[in-house]
């Protein structure tokens, strides 16, 4: 089994919804773009990758949203040195089809008293949906360490929760340490690396802002 050096997740730039969310009211959410701020951000976060990556290949997913697109595009590797595969189990958490700014905002407010992981949006997912999509894709993506060939990289382009429920699926975080973090910023990644003793880690921690009230003993 040939198991990458680097698991690379990256959220995408800004974008139009992040700078007003009165665009869900015109725009579906997948065929939002990157604003100027977005763009900017993620040729930012393409130069640091390039000099990590050194040349070397890499293995690409990412979600079939146009932000996400936009941002992979403007990441500005070399497109001879990567395998790039659009994967729609790495979307963002749907919050239903044309959405009601102010009612999505209720509904954030109750999902902030309910719950993120548990909480179900109207015609929408739950984090918990998201989780067991993740955990899907995972299950792709050990299959594809079979190959000897394999890439030492791999790369992973998609949105906040989905990176949050990524890695407290790789790393078996429970319901109450998954509520405890924030999303990362726009343009942000973090890193999983394999270590000698064959085990990934990862290279930053999610901010915390809260500490972690889980139900019972878990670890």
């Not at 700078?19 to 930012?44: F, I, K, M």
Request: one cysteine or more.
């Amino acid at each position: 089994m040939a198991r990458p050096q680097r698991i690379v997740l990256v959220r995408h730039g800004e974008s139009e919804g992040n700078a007003d969310d009165t665009v869900y009211e015109r725009e579906p959410d997948h065929a939002l773009r990157l604003t100027a701020t977005g763009l900017r951000q993620a040729r930012e976060t393409g130069a640091r990758l390039r000099d990590l990556f050194d040349g070397e290949r890499v293995s690409v997913y990412v979600s079939p949203y146009r932000r996400t697109h936009e941002t992979f595009r403007s990441l500005g590797l070399d497109l001879e040195r990567v395998r790039v595969r659009e994967e729609p189990r790495l979307r963002e958490q749907d919050w239903g089809n044309w959405q009601d700014r102010d009612d999505v905002r209720l509904q954030k407010t109750y999902r902030d008293a309910y719950g993120h992981f548990f909480y179900r949006f109207a015609q929408g997912e739950s984090g918990a949906d998201v989780y067991d999509r993740v955990g899907a894709f995972l299950e792709s993506l050990h299959r594809s360490f079979e190959d000897p060939d394999h890439p030492p990289n791999v790369l992973l382009v998609t949105h906040g929760l989905t990176m949050r429920l990524f890695c407290m699926r790789w790393f078996h975080w429970s319901v109450a340490e998954f509520e405890s973090l924030s999303n990362p910023g726009n343009g942000e990644t973090r890193m999983l690396m394999l270590g000698e003793d064959g085990r990934y880690t990862l290279d930053q921690p999610f901010e915390r802002w809260r500490t972690p009230e889980p139900y019972g003993i878990t670890g």
